[in-house]
Nanobody, 121 residues
Framework: QVQLVESGGGSVQAGGSLRLSCAAS????????MGWFRQAPGKEREAVAL???YYADSVKGRFTISQDNSKNTLYLQMNSLKPEDTAMYYC???????????????????WGQGTQVTVSS
């Protein structure tokens, strides 16, 4: 059974940092093109970072995606946070291994429950 569990969200002031974690079970993340997405109220879910080294323009130079295969865990290091980064953050995995990444949320079959990030000015 595939399961993704995010953690590490919270409330920080602008300029602060957070590291999100996504613990995976039921599959091996090293074989999948994993990604981080976010969704703010009233907005569509958008790709933030994909393990294929894609970053949204709004987070380039501030966010870093990585994975620890020994822990089967995906990370998102977020630095220099801005109020516009406030959103629910989700990790995602596609439905099969080896099929690559895509920026569209529809590409991904497996999602975590999300972790809230709130950045105050």
């Amino acid at each position: 059974q595939v399961q993704l569990v995010e953690s590490g969200g919270g409330s920080v002031q602008a300029g602060g940092s957070l590291r999100l974690s996504c613990a995976a079970s039921g599959f091996t993340i090293s074989s999948y093109c994993m990604g981080w997405f976010r969704q703010a109220p009233g907005k569509e879910r958008e790709a933030v970072a994909l393990i294929s080294t894609y970053y949204a323009d709004s987070v380039k130079g501030r966010f870093t995606i990585s994975q620890d295969n020994s822990k089967n865990t995906l990370y998102l290091q977020m630095n220099s946070l801005k109020p516009e980064d406030t959103a629910m953050y989700y990790c995602a995995a596609p439905g099969a291994s080896g099929i690559g990444c895509a920026k569209s949320a529809q590409w991904y079959n497996y999602w975590g429950q999300g972790t809230q990030v709130t950045v105050s000015s």
